[in-house]
T-cell receptor, first 111, second 116 residues
Framework: GENVEQHPSTLSVQEGDSAVIKCTYSDSASNYFPWYKQELGKGPQLIIDIRSNVGEKKDQRIAVTLNKTAKHFSLHITETQPEDSAVYFCAVSRGAQKLVFGQGTRLTINP | GAGVSQSPSNKVTEKGKDVELRCDPISGHTALYWYRQSLGQGLEFLIYFQGNSAPDKSGLPSDRFSAERTGGSVSTLTIQRTQQEDSAVYLC??????????????FGEGSRLTVL
């Protein structure tokens, strides 16, 4: 089955700096790659996604890059702010109906 | 409602008791998912519904776990004879469309289960 590895498990950056989180996957048939943000006590919320026919997608301070050949994709957050502190999960589609999630990255933005 | 609603938000039970967790998806969403999140872990897929049928039950950990969905809306996840390793946050999510990627997956806030 699909195996999703997410790194790092924790990340601490200074406010204003950039943060990068990486995920690798094993199933070359996967074609949908979302990123979710989970704040304390809340459910995960979609922040950005990318499909396999696109190499990069950007939404304001957030971007995702995908390398299908190497089977890895990354989340980039620029000009980080305190409200970016949360747990971030990558996910990979398995078939048309299921998402397999990474283990999560706890991001802390230091003022 | 405006979002996915789950109840109870917190449940403490004794080992061996049965529990029921409820999910009320966003109105009109045909796909409904249950995931489990153990402390400090990622999200583990349990089961998914398309309408009232469950094409994929592959993630249910044991036959103590079951789920149903009625009227294409509310779903109930039942855990019989709970064990301490069942302690986790159980997350429900719904989506307007299949395949994924054509419709966003919306999560509820979860039901935190503690088995003593």
């Amino acid at each position: 089955g699909e195996n999703v590895e997410q790194h790092p498990s924790t990340l601490s950056v200074q406010e204003g700096d950039s943060a990068v989180i990486k995920c690798t996957y094993s199933d070359s048939a996967s074609n949908y790659f979302p990123w979710y943000k989970q704040e304390l006590g809340k459910g995960p919320q979609l922040i950005i996604d990318i499909r396999s026919n696109v190499g990069e997608k950007k939404d304001q301070r957030i971007a995702v890059t995908l390398n299908k050949t190497a089977k890895h994709f990354s989340l980039h957050i620029t000009e980080t702010q305190p409200e970016d502190s949360a747990v971030y999960f990558c996910a990979v589609s398995r078939g048309a109906q299921k998402l397999v999630f990474g283990q999560g990255t706890r991001l802390t933005i230091n003022p | 409602g405006a979002g996915v609603s789950q109840s109870p938000s917190n449940k403490v039970t004794e080992k061996g008791k049965d529990v029921e967790l409820r999910c009320d998806p966003i109105s009109g969403h045909t796909a409904l998912y249950w995931y489990r999140q153990s402390l400090g872990q990622g999200l583990e897929f349990l089961i998914y519904f398309q309408g009232n049928s469950a094409p994929d039950k592959s993630g249910l950990p044991s036959d103590r776990f079951s789920a149903e969905r009625t009227g294409g809306s509310v779903s109930t996840l039942t855990i019989q004879r709970t064990q301490q390793e069942d302690s986790a946050v159980y997350l429900c999510a719904s989506s307007l469309a299949i395949p994924l990627g054509t419709g966003e997956l919306f999560f509820g806030e979860g039901s935190r289960l503690t088995v003593l």
